[in-house]
Nanobody, 124 residues
Framework: QVQLVESGGGLVQAGGSLRLSCAASGRTFGNYRMGWFRRAPGKEREFVAAITWSGGSTYYADSMKGRFTISRDTAKNTVFLQMNSLQPEDTAVYYC?????????????????WGQGTQVTVSS
């Protein structure tokens, strides 16, 4: 049973930073890609970033490049999302996901497992 548990969300002022964590368990993830998505109030869930578990190749939504950094610690089975220069429009529930589709990575259905999400709120 794969489990993904996010943590690290919270309330931060505009311009601040947060680091989200996703603890993965239930199997080995060597052939997986891990992703972060977010859903803002009243909007559809959108792709944020992804990383291949084995090689560490990273992928970002264009609007996140330069502000967000995805990384992983294979020894701890944990994926991170470092978010800098946060703005009120970054307010959303952030979700961690895992999937074996190593060709596509930015769509919901590219992933097989999802965490419960962690709330990030950025105040102006």
């Amino acid at each position: 049973q794969v489990q993904l548990v996010e943590s690290g969300g919270g309330l931060v002022q505009a311009g601040g930073s947060l680091r989200l964590s996703c603890a993965a368990s239930g199997r080995t993830f060597g052939n997986y890609r891990m992703g972060w998505f977010r859903r803002a109030p009243g909007k559809e869930r959108e792709f944020v970033a992804a990383i291949t578990w084995s090689g560490g190749s990273t992928y970002y939504a264009d609007s996140m490049k330069g502000r967000f950094t995805i990384s992983r610690d294979t020894a701890k089975n944990t994926v991170f999302l470092q978010m800098n220069s946060l703005q009120p429009e970054d307010t959303a529930v952030y979700y961690c996901a895992a999937g074996t589709n190593l060709i596509r990575y930015s769509r919901d259905w590219d992933y097989d497992y999802w965490g419960q999400g962690t709330q990030v709120t950025v105040s102006s």
